[in-house]
């Protein structure tokens, strides 16, 4: 079946690189997704990757794509405070409708 | 720049009294999404319209039901509430690519 799976929580110190990591189960995924939530706020899409590259790379930010493992993950160049929040991988699933599959979400903390 | 708007932000319910989750978007997207989203699991997926006049089921749609009114508008109702359906309620818009675009959602409590 379709799962998408996240550590729960990630606390890095300020300046650090932080890496959240996702895993996958469907192949036929066609864009990867990586959503931030701020406290009290929706989700926000921070980056995608379509499913035929290895790596993305958005200022601060580098998504890495390894198909054969079904692994995905998210790199934060330089870690604020303001890089605090749930993020959550998220895969596209085709068959009728485009359904996006989110995982649990990673909570971030970035401290001093 | 409105987006996804949302009403209400906050709602408190006794079980088996009804309420509808309101949703617009201003951004001319022929998809809208409702999604709940509860502690330690990912969101999961309502109802859906893939355009103006149509809605499908989603992964939970039990105990919900939704109108896409026109291409800007996308309601959530519940009936007869029931405590499972505390959560956090998200409404969404895409393109078709399917990035979506969410509201800052509803948190409803149903005592």
């Known amino acids: 079946g379709e799962d998408v799976e996240q550590s729960l929580f990630l606390s890095v110190r300020e300046g650090d690189s932080s890496v959240i990591n996702c895993t996958y189960t469907?192949?036929?995924?066609?864009?990867l997704y990586w959503y931030k939530q701020e406290p009290g706020a929706g989700l926000q899409l921070l980056t995608y990757?379509?499913?035929?590259?290895d790596m993305k790379q958005d200022q601060r930010l580098t998504v890495l794509l390894n198909k054969k493992d079904k692994h995905l993950s998210l790199r934060i160049a330089d870690t604020q405070t303001g890089d605090s929040a749930i993020y959550f991988c998220?895969?596209?699933?085709?068959?009728?409708?485009?359904?996006?599959?989110f995982g649990a979400g990673t909570r971030l903390a970035v401290h001093p | 720049n409105a987006g996804v708007t949302q009403t209400p932000k906050f709602q408190v319910l006794k079980t088996g009294q009804s309420m509808t989750l309101q949703c617009a978007q201003d951004?001319?997207?022929?998809?809208m999404y409702w999604y709940r989203q509860d502690p330690g699991m990912g969101l999961r997926l309502i109802y859906y319209?893939?355009?103006?006049?149509?809605?499908d089921k989603g992964e939970v749609p039990n105990g919900y039901n939704v109108s896409r009114l026109n291409k800007r508008e996308f309601s959530l109702r519940l009936e007869s509430a029931a405590p499972s359906q505390t959560s956090v309620y998200f409404c969404?818009?895409?393109?078709?690519?399917?990035?979506?675009?969410f509201g800052s959602g509803t948190q409803l409590s149903v005592l």
């Open positions: 990757i379509f499913s035929n590259m």
């Open positions: 319209s893939a355009s103006e006049g149509t809605t």
């Open positions: 469907d192949s036929s995924s066609t864009y």
């Open positions: 969404a818009s895409g393109t078709g690519s399917e990035k979506l675009f």
């Open positions: 998220a895969e596209s699933i085709t068959g009728g409708y485009n359904k996006l599959i």
């Open positions: 951004m001319n997207h022929n998809s």
